[in-house]
């Protein structure tokens, strides 16, 4: 036995000391979120050469001990792409139907007492009392105030969804500080880690934070991310692409700002832009989302991926009303129903106005609108100029009905006999005819026709969400069978190291022995 040998000896007791600390760590993060599991991966530390083999050239060696050639972090690349795929569609679905509900509250049957559906229902039965005895001062009075309440109804419901459409938008300002600020963090992480590796060390407990990022920001956007080598040490940076444009390059981050939609509403949609203020609406700077309106969202669709992509799909680019065109709101939520309501309020305005104007009141003079556009408004409706529409929020009820003897001024009568009725019949009948206008519904069933349909439209979204909730804990499932720590399987590699350091030991200890022999043991005779 060689001095060699207690070298060897020495190196598997670092060897084991350096695993047993490897394990140690694994332990003590086992509860942490995101944290990868590591494996001290043992080989040769080298060898001295002894010659050359008598046949051939071969040489021949003496091996000098094992060492920890690399602390290796146990991930599958597969799996971390297969979870982050469906991290981003599981954002997308979780703002659609966390909108759909907020807007199923304002506009469903969860108002009060006295819910909209009601509300549009009185109108007709009131029309309908008047229509019984259309001279009388009681049934006129309590159909205008029928209208009234029609009005205010359908105003604060308006209200509420645009409200809530400032809210989704206040929603996607905040999601792009915080992609920005995931994306800043990526970048210094890049760089410490590729300062720390250089030497050939693993920065793992970085790596955990950089990937626990990554995986933060698959569910605001739909990223592709690149590893890339830097130099020969074996550290890499990780390299972010969103639809074809770089959003970090090493440390090098394009950031996002925003811009208005247009110069109608406040709304902003996300560009790539390094500008801190919110840019006009004719700023050329390229868009995240350029086609929102009209791309392909079905349910298959690879476009229906992050939250940030869900808020703006909700929040829509304009405050729908029923002259919008179909193209310009056919894939937001929010102004789709807007329209949807401001096309049944303006078909009930044109009847009710269409039926009063055409008789005279109770006092002989021609009938007067029930429905006025505010002032400043013109009275000449072009469709396509907004100002001179009947929407819900450029109308309010006439105000010569609601002074004291306003109700005289309902001209319900076509002949001018008090008792005439014939124009109230007719436009009680329209009430209840299907209408093109509103999808083939009547006034009668066209909001509950919204409710109905917004309703199977959330559930749809709650089925895809829960879908994508069990692909992620699918993938998340997957990814921890390879990167999580299994205490089990800890404690015993930590019996199977403590074993190898006890062996070392051993050998350290008999050589130890013979040494002191040898040195201490041996001499001339006699002394």
């Given at each position: 036995m060689s001095m060699s040998s207690i070298g060897t000896a020495l190196s598997g007791l670092r060897t084991a000391q350096a695993a047993l600390s490897v394990t140690g760590h694994n332990v003590s993060n086992s509860s942490v979120l995101g944290y990868t599991r590591q494996q001290a991966i043992q080989g040769d530390f080298s060898y001295m050469n002894r010659g050359s083999s008598p046949v051939g050239s071969l040489k021949m060696q003496v091996g000098l001990g094992t060492n920890v050639s690399e602390i290796r972090q146990l991930r599958n690349k597969f799996y971390d792409k297969a979870f982050r795929e469906e991290n981003s569609y599981g954002g997308y679905y979780s703002k659609k139907y966390s909108a759909g509900e907020e807007i199923n509250t304002i506009i469903g049957e969860l108002q009060g007492d006295y819910k909209p559906q009601d509300v549009i229902s009185d109108v007709w039965n009131a029309m309908n009392e008047v229509s019984k005895n259309p001279g009388a001062i009681e049934t006129r009075s309590t159909f205008i105030q029928s209208c009234v309440t029609l009005l205010d109804k359908m105003q604060d419901i308006n209200k509420s969804l645009f409200e809530y459409q400032l809210n989704l938008n206040n929603q996607v300002k905040k999601e792009v500080d915080d992609i920005n600020n995931i994306v800043s963090q990526i970048a210094d992480l890049n760089k410490q880690i590729e300062e720390i590796e250089a030497d050939g060390s693993r920065a793992n407990d970085l790596r955990d934070a950089r990937n626990n990022l990554l995986d933060d920001l698959s569910g605001y956007i739909d990223i592709e991310i690149k590893e890339t080598a830097v130099g020969n040490s074996g550290a890499t940076r990780m390299d972010i692409i969103f639809q074809g444009n770089e959003l970090l390059v090493g440390n090098v981050q394009q950031k996002i700002g925003l811009k208005y939609c247009n110069g109608e509403f406040p709304f902003v949609e996300p560009v790539f832009s390094d500008s801190k203020e919110i840019l006009p609406p004719n700023d050329t700077s390229i868009k995240l989302f350029p086609n929102l309106a009209t791309e392909d969202l079905g349910t298959n669709s690879s476009s229906t991926k992050g939250s940030l992509k869900g808020l703006l799909v909700s929040r829509g680019e304009v405050v729908g009303d029923y002259d919008i065109r179909n193209n310009n709101v056919g894939n937001f939520t929010v102004p789709n129903v807007q329209r949807k309501i401001d096309t049944l309020m303006r078909e009930i305005v044109v009847l009710l106005n269409d039926t009063s104007e055409a008789g005279v009141g109770l006092d002989g003079t021609q009938g007067v609108p029930i429905f006025v556009r505010k002032s400043g408004v013109t009275g000449v409706e072009r469709p396509g100029s907004y100002d001179t529409l009947f929407t819900l929020n450029n109308i309010e009820i006439n105000p010569e009905l609601l002074e004291t003897d306003g109700y005289n001024k309902l001209g319900f009568s076509l002949t001018g006999d008090k008792e005439d009725n014939t124009l109230l019949i007719e436009a009680l009948s329209i009430w209840k005819d299907a209408n093109q206008s509103l999808e083939g519904a009547s006034i009668d069933g066209y909001y509950k026709k919204i409710i109905t349909d917004f309703g199977v439209k959330i559930q749809e979204d709650r089925e895809k969400l829960e879908s994508k909730i069990g692909t992620i804990d699918?993938?998340?499932?997957?990814?921890?069978?390879?990167?999580?720590?299994?205490?089990?399987?800890?404690?015993?590699?930590?019996?199977?190291?403590?074993?190898?350091?006890?062996?070392?030991?051993?050998?350290?200890?008999?050589?130890?022995?013979?040494?002191?022999?040898?040195?201490?043991?041996?001499?001339?005779?006699?002394?």
């Amino acid at each position: 036995m060689s001095m060699s040998s207690i070298g060897t000896a020495l190196s598997g007791l670092r060897t084991a000391q350096a695993a047993l600390s490897v394990t140690g760590h694994n332990v003590s993060n086992s509860s942490v979120l995101g944290y990868t599991r590591q494996q001290a991966i043992q080989g040769d530390f080298s060898y001295m050469n002894r010659g050359s083999s008598p046949v051939g050239s071969l040489k021949m060696q003496v091996g000098l001990g094992t060492n920890v050639s690399e602390i290796r972090q146990l991930r599958n690349k597969f799996y971390d792409k297969a979870f982050r795929e469906e991290n981003s569609y599981g954002g997308y679905y979780s703002k659609k139907y966390s909108a759909g509900e907020e807007i199923n509250t304002i506009i469903g049957e969860l108002q009060g007492d006295y819910k909209p559906q009601d509300v549009i229902s009185d109108v007709w039965n009131a029309m309908n009392e008047v229509s019984k005895n259309p001279g009388a001062i009681e049934t006129r009075s309590t159909f205008i105030q029928s209208c009234v309440t029609l009005l205010d109804k359908m105003q604060d419901i308006n209200k509420s969804l645009f409200e809530y459409q400032l809210n989704l938008n206040n929603q996607v300002k905040k999601e792009v500080d915080d992609i920005n600020n995931i994306v800043s963090q990526i970048a210094d992480l890049n760089k410490q880690i590729e300062e720390i590796e250089a030497d050939g060390s693993r920065a793992n407990d970085l790596r955990d934070a950089r990937n626990n990022l990554l995986d933060d920001l698959s569910g605001y956007i739909d990223i592709e991310i690149k590893e890339t080598a830097v130099g020969n040490s074996g550290a890499t940076r990780m390299d972010i692409i969103f639809q074809g444009n770089e959003l970090l390059v090493g440390n090098v981050q394009q950031k996002i700002g925003l811009k208005y939609c247009n110069g109608e509403f406040p709304f902003v949609e996300p560009v790539f832009s390094d500008s801190k203020e919110i840019l006009p609406p004719n700023d050329t700077s390229i868009k995240l989302f350029p086609n929102l309106a009209t791309e392909d969202l079905g349910t298959n669709s690879s476009s229906t991926k992050g939250s940030l992509k869900g808020l703006l799909v909700s929040r829509g680019e304009v405050v729908g009303d029923y002259d919008i065109r179909n193209n310009n709101v056919g894939n937001f939520t929010v102004p789709n129903v807007q329209r949807k309501i401001d096309t049944l309020m303006r078909e009930i305005v044109v009847l009710l106005n269409d039926t009063s104007e055409a008789g005279v009141g109770l006092d002989g003079t021609q009938g007067v609108p029930i429905f006025v556009r505010k002032s400043g408004v013109t009275g000449v409706e072009r469709p396509g100029s907004y100002d001179t529409l009947f929407t819900l929020n450029n109308i309010e009820i006439n105000p010569e009905l609601l002074e004291t003897d306003g109700y005289n001024k309902l001209g319900f009568s076509l002949t001018g006999d008090k008792e005439d009725n014939t124009l109230l019949i007719e436009a009680l009948s329209i009430w209840k005819d299907a209408n093109q206008s509103l999808e083939g519904a009547s006034i009668d069933g066209y909001y509950k026709k919204i409710i109905t349909d917004f309703g199977v439209k959330i559930q749809e979204d709650r089925e895809k969400l829960e879908s994508k909730i069990g692909t992620i804990d699918l993938a998340q499932n997957k990814r921890t069978t390879i990167s999580g720590v299994s205490l089990d399987e800890e404690l015993s590699n930590m019996l199977k190291f403590q074993h190898a350091y006890n062996s070392a030991a051993k050998i350290v200890n008999v050589i130890d022995g013979m040494m002191d022999k040898v040195i201490n043991g041996t001499g001339r005779v006699g002394i």
